[in-house]
């Protein structure tokens, strides 16, 4: 297996564990940071024997311990017995990209898109098929594109909203459309909801149960939780959940039983979890809209309706890596866009940076002048 060189985590590796670090994180896909601390003071982890201190450190069931499942299944509003846990939403795209290859197949994937999509997929032999989300104005996700990239070799296609890098939404009812074409030619939808559900405007319900539809997310994005390294499956198949379960017995055998009791707890405790989120997320937003907008003639930028990142992108076409480069040794990092194959853009994380965006913003503002 060739991997290609992961171009993000490389760039992000760099300057994320400096010494000294970075003085402001914009490159970061997550929420703000979290201790073990704080999440435990959300509530109390439970009376012994359950409590964290009194978990037994073995094996952990290879489809995750019934409580967690419960817990995500509670968090999408779907049936339990279709949550399958994994480490992480890499590993649950991993093991479904490794049941549906086949000889010539192809996944359809969104441009741009998370590297990881088509790397795994090039890892389970299976080539890509991008489609664009830009029209006109917006990063707009419709079922009509997605569909014209879509052949007779195609063994799934992936839709992630809200989207990163852009933030884009597909709208539940193109969901649901794209899903029922699908099915007609046999083919799985898999939507990626690492970011569900952090919306700006109206919420919009998980995917999870509609037919043809395969949910994978994560605590790792929306709930800010990278650490944990918890991603799930939500399936109705049954027999392809049975294959998927065997497949992380021989991936990974299971997850850690502390992790999965402190994932479980933080499932329990989603409501402040997600509202530190959207207050970050919120303010931030409002502070990163006004310095493109006084940066106008020089970048633009679709602002995000989901997610905690923008790709926002220099109006004359420049590649933004010696940018982001400068914009780094001025202590503030945003992700390059030659990282998803569009150089001229940039990847901003608004919601990890709890305090001080208004300080990286204005180095930002400083970097575009200079």
Not at 46 to 64: I, R, V
Not at 151 to 174: F, K, Q, R
Not at 229 to 234: A, E, M, N
């Amino acid at each position: 297996m060739q991997l290609p060189p992961f171009l993000l985590s490389q760039f992000l590796a760099e300057y994320e564990f400096a010494d000294p670090p970075i003085a402001f994180n914009l490159a970061s896909s997550t929420g703000p940071r979290w201790t073990l601390d704080a999440l435990s003071a959300l509530g109390a982890l439970g009376a012994p024997p359950q409590d964290a201190g009194a978990t037994s450190l073995g094996y952990a069931p290879a489809e995750g311990s019934r409580d967690l499942r419960e817990a995500v299944a509670a968090f999408h509003e779907t049936d339990p017995g279709w949550v399958t846990i994994t480490t992480g939403a890499s590993e649950a795209l991993w093991i479904l990209l490794s049941l549906l290859e086949r000889e010539h197949g192809n996944v359809v994937i969104p441009d741009p898109a998370y590297p990881a999509y088509a790397a795994l997929a090039a890892a389970c032999r299976l080539a890509t098929r991008p489609y664009p989300l830009w029209h006109e104005t917006a990063f707009t996700p419709a079922a009509g594109t997605v569909l014209h990239a879509v052949n007779a070799d195609t063994v799934a296609v992936i839709v992630n909203t809200p989207h990163n890098p852009t933030g884009a939404v597909m709208p539940l009812g193109e969901i649901s459309a794209l899903a029922a074409a699908l099915a007609e030619i046999g083919v799985p939808l898999i939507v990626d909801e690492v970011y569900h559900p952090l919306y700006f405007g109206a919420p919009q319900p998980s995917a999870a149960g509609i037919a043809n539809v395969i949910v994978t997310s994560d605590l790792s994005k929306a709930m800010s939780l990278p650490g944990l390294r918890t991603g799930w499956i939500i399936d109705a198949d049954a027999q392809r959940r049975a294959r998927a379960i065997d497949a992380r017995s021989y991936f990974t055998i299971s997850g850690s039983p502390l992790l999965e009791r402190l994932a479980t707890h933080a499932l329990h405790q989603s409501g402040p979890i997600l509202a530190r989120l959207r207050a970050v997320a919120a303010r931030n937003l409002t502070l990163l809209d006004r310095q493109i907008t006084a940066a106008a003639g020089t970048l633009s930028w679709v602002a995000p309706r989901g997610g905690t990142t923008a790709f926002a992108w220099f109006t004359d076409g420049r590649d933004s890596r010696a940018f982001c480069r400068a914009l780094a040794r001025a202590g503030v990092l945003v992700a390059p866009g030659d990282c998803f194959g569009h150089p001229s853009h940039m990847r901003i994380g608004f919601a990890q940076q709890e305090a001080g965006f208004a300080a990286a913003m204005r180095i930002f503002g400083g970097a575009l002048e200079g």
